[in-house]
């Protein structure tokens, strides 16, 4: 992913965020669905380039996406800062779920022109 980053350019306070967004939304999948894949793609907005990652877990969903979504607030009694951050960190942020069937996370980072 860094790797990714570094070959768009993208400045290094970008890459550190993009990788940090990543890492969340990765151990997300992993501790609270079970499990997933993650895919990564080269995106562009006329000329501007960006990064596209796309999370997916199969596993128990989230029944209320903006309590999920809000800073503190954690099923597992972890700090609960990992979604709220995460959409910090990068340029877009959406999330899909459907409790019982799984998530969907895609974020994208644009690089800064
Ligand atoms: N992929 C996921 N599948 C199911 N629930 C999730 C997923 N990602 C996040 N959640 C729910 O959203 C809550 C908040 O996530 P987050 O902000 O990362 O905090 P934390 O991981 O510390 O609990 C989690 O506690 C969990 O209930
Ligand atoms: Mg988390």
Same mark, same amino acid.
């Given at each position: ?26 151990? #997300? ?64 942020? #959406? ?19």
């Amino acid at each position: 992913m860094s790797d990714w980053a570094t070959r768009l350019a993208f400045s290094s306070v970008d890459r550190t965020k993009f990788v940090t967004a990543a890492s969340e939304l990765g151990r #997300n999948a992993l501790v609270h669905g079970g499990g997933g894949t993650m895919t990564i793609a080269e995106v562009l907005k006329g000329e501007q380039p960006g990064l596209r990652l796309d999370f997916e877990d199969e596993g128990k969903g989230i029944a209320d996406v903006a309590q999920a979504m809000t800073d503190g607030y954690s099923s597992a009694r972890s700090l609960g800062l990992g979604l709220g951050g995460a959409r910090r960190l990068v340029s877009e942020f #959406n999330i899909i779920s459907h409790p019982g069937r799984g998530t969907r996370v895609t974020v994208i980072q644009w690089k800064r022109r």
